[in-house]
T-cell receptor
């Protein structure tokens, strides 16, 4: 089992729809969770972080965390073509206290 | 401009040659990291450094050497390049080890023939 798992996609959503990106992690002691966005040929950039169970909203982005289910998600409302990118889930694993990345989900927003 | 810069951006070399990838940051961040990114594996940590002269292994350190004589520089050396080291290499920096907020350089695409 990978430590941080994401569906590689591509996830295709029409412009204006809600994109839902999911991530599961193996270490129940993990405390900190991050979403990075990576455009093709570019470097990753941090867009959201969440530490507590529940939802955290920032503009069109909402991060959701469910520690009991070891599940973190990113919702993108009113998806735009400029949101087309790979989204990397990253977790600070509780046991090793190191940041571990998932392999990313490629999102395509279609016109 | 403040930031983190990598050089070279693109490099083609041959098996067995030594290659050094450079990384320079102007934020005065304590921590610096080297990752490689490959299809199907995502970002994997090679080495990191907490301060000048303090380095530690990450998940995939074999075949790589790092040094950090100055806080702002963190070069990565492949002493004898192998085809399996063909990858995109990202340098990153942060305030701390477990902040989760990494600032990445633009990446160095290395091809080993």
């Amino acid at each position: 089992q990978k430590e941080v798992e994401q569906n590689s996609g591509p996830l295709s959503v029409p412009e204006g729809a809600i994109a839902s990106l999911n991530c599961t992690y193996s270490d129940r002691g993990s405390q900190s969770f991050f979403w990075y966005r990576q455009y093709s040929g570019k470097s990753p950039e941090l867009i959201m972080f969440i530490y507590s169970n529940g939802d955290k909203e920032d503009g069109r982005f909402t991060a959701q965390l469910n520690k009991a289910s070891q599940y973190v998600s990113l919702l993108i409302r009113d998806s735009q073509p400029s949101d087309s990118a790979t989204y990397l889930c990253a977790v600070i694993m509780g046991t090793a206290s190191k940041l571990t990345f998932g392999t990313g989900t490629r999102l395509q927003v279609t016109l | 401009d403040a930031g983190i810069t990598q050089s070279p951006r693109y490099k083609i070399t041959e098996t067995g040659r030594q290659v050094t990838l450079m990384c320079h940051q102007t934020w005065s961040h304590s921590y610096m990291f080297w990752y490689r990114q490959d299809l199907g594996h995502g970002l994997r940590l090679i080495y990191y450094s907490a301060a000048a002269d303090i380095t530690d292994k990450g998940e995939v350190p074999d075949g790589y050497v790092v040094s950090r004589s100055k806080t702002e520089n963190f070069p990565l050396t492949l002493e004898s390049a192998t085809r399996s080291q063909t990858s995109v290499y990202f340098c990153a920096s942060s305030h701390g080890l477990n902040t989760g907020e990494l600032f990445f350089g633009e990446g160095s695409r290395l091809t080993v023939l």
